[in-house]
């Protein structure tokens, strides 16, 4: 990639799950088992389709308001004893990730609608907590989460970047408009194994400026758009 130095890139903002790790399948089905169990029988495909790159909080939430009552008071702990446990088992980074962050130059960040603690065991089971921390941020810290733009320009002021030179790779509609909201370029990934046929056309439809499919892509994206022109045209991605 080109050198920061030289590049109209100030900072790269990771989503977490689904980017960083492929924990979205882990995830929804833990969710939907919980809520179920709870009194609110949902699938794992419907939790993707309600809730993918929003808080837990938020989920709850609605979830709340619609059965007209609260979740049992042990919700939360139930749910992160299940994720966590099939986290350590079961979780993967996303492939080439490492390698992609060898390669990119400017400034990196990792913005999740997930908690602190969440990202310590997932980041962690997956060997990449050590190398992003302590640049990690989290929705806990804003008082809006995702698709509202407060995390990304909390976590853009936090590393001393500005907005409109930040890109933002995301695989949630959540977290594209969200990054569109707070006026970065956002990329979408759709090479999760949670990721459908249409996804990449979704991501398209929230505001994606490019969607890709393979993490090692995304370093000579990054360059092209680090050039002082700033175009990907002719840039070619899945």
């Known amino acids: 990639m080109a050198d920061a130095a030289a590049s109209n890139l100030d900072l790269v903002i990771f989503d977490c799950d689904g980017v960083l790790v492929d924990s979205e399948v882990i995830s929804c089905q833990a969710h939907a088992d919980v809520l179920s169990l709870c009194g609110y029988p949902i699938t794992a495909d419907q939790v993707f389709e309600r809730f993918l790159g929003r808080s837990s909080k938020q989920a709850t939430l609605e979830v709340e308001a619609e059965l007209g009552c609260s979740l049992p008071a042990d919700f939360n702990a139930r749910l992160q004893e299940r994720l966590f446990r099939a986290f350590e088992q079961d ?27 969440r990202m310590r065991v997932s980041l962690g089971a997956t060997r990449l907590y050590d190398r992003l921390s302590p640049h990690i941020f989290s929705s806990s810290q804003v008082e809006n989460g995702k698709p509202a733009p407060d995390l990304f ?63 090692r892509q995304l370093p000579a994206i990054l360059s092209r758009l680090g050039q002082k022109t700033g175009s990907l045209a002719g840039f070619s991605a899945a």
């Open 91 to 117: 979780l993967h980074p996303v492939a080439g990730i490492t390698d992609t962050l060898d390669a990119i130059d400017v400034p990196v960040c990792v913005a999740s609608s997930g908690s602190h603690q």
């Open 153 to 215: 320009l909390f976590a853009a002021a936090q590393m001393k970047a500005r907005p409109a030179a930040c890109v933002v790779v995301e695989d949630s509609l959540a977290g594209i408009r969200g990054g569109v909201a707070a006026g970065m370029t956002v990329l979408g990934f759709h090479g999760g194994s949670h990721c459908r046929t249409g996804h990449a056309d979704n991501l398209r439809a929230a505001g994606a400026t490019l969607v890709f499919d393979d993490m």
